[in-house]
């Protein structure tokens, strides 16, 4: 059983659309963070939420850590094709160790 | 460019063969932590050092073993290779930041091993 569940699991849209990822849990953290990771090179941190309800945004992404802090969404408005990635929810599990989903595959076709 | 290196970029091997993949940190970071990314288990954590000692341990396996030197650059050693090795391993590396108390790890661009 994973820690971390990811939805979907692979999503392909049209540039412009709007689009929702899903990072869940049964687990309570304290806090949780999203990378994005594009070929042939290592996950990027985009964000870390540490506050339940908390609401970030880096530009056309927005970031949401869930009231219980089990769950956090990834919302992305009017899609580029250079948001094209895969996009990695994952928590600390002690001595700064990441554990991660199994992430999202997002394409994003022109 | 995280500022974290790896070498090889690509590595092929055989079953059975030994395989060492270097990392060096960005500077001044202390802590080193290696991962490997597989399709069926994704992302996992295998082991941390931190100024030349073992820190933490995840589901690393008993013919992977992995040190800090001096210098701070690390080596991943894997032994007796299976085709199931074939994966990337990411090495990251991290620093605290006095000031939030937090650490964020950047990721190097990996190294691709297939085990043929």
């Known amino acids: 059983t994973q820690l971390l569940e990811q939805s979907p699991q692979f999503l392909s849209i049209q540039e412009g659309e709007n689009l929702t990822v899903y990072c869940n849990s049964s687990?309570?953290?304290?806090?949780l963070q999203w990378y994005r990771q594009e070929p042939g090179e290592g996950p990027v941190l985009l964000v870390t939420?540490?506050?339940?309800?908390e609401v970030k945004k880096l530009k056309r992404l927005t970031f949401q850590f869930g009231d219980a802090r089990k769950d956090s969404s990834l919302h992305i408005t009017a899609a580029q094709p250079g948001d094209t990635g895969l996009y990695l929810c994952?928590?600390?599990?002690?001595?700064?160790?990441?554990?991660f989903g199994q992430g999202t595959r997002l394409t994003i076709n022109p | 460019d995280s500022g974290v290196t790896q070498t090889p970029k690509h590595l092929i091997t055989a079953t059975g063969q030994r395989v060492t993949l270097r990392c060096s940190p960005r500077?001044?970071?202390?802590?080193v932590y290696w991962y490997q990314q597989s399709l069926d288990q994704g992302l996992q954590f295998l082991i941390q050092?931190?100024?030349?000692?073992?820190?933490a341990k995840g589901n690393i396996l008993e013919r992977f073993s992995a040190q800090q030197f001096p210098d701070l650059h690390s080596e991943l050693n894997l032994s007796s290779l299976e085709l199931g090795d074939s994966a990337l391993y990411f090495c990251?590396?991290?620093?605290?930041?006095?000031?939030?108390?937090?650490?964020?790890?950047?990721f190097g661009p990996g190294t691709r091993l297939l085990v043929l």
């Open positions: 990251a590396s991290s620093n605290l930041d006095r000031g939030t108390l937090q650490e964020t790890q950047y």
């Open positions: 687990s309570v953290f304290s806090s």
């Open positions: 939420v540490v506050t339940g309800g």
């Open positions: 994952a928590v600390n599990q002690g001595a700064q160790k990441l554990v």
């Open positions: 500077s001044g970071d202390l802590s």
């Open positions: 050092y931190y100024n030349g000692e073992e820190r």
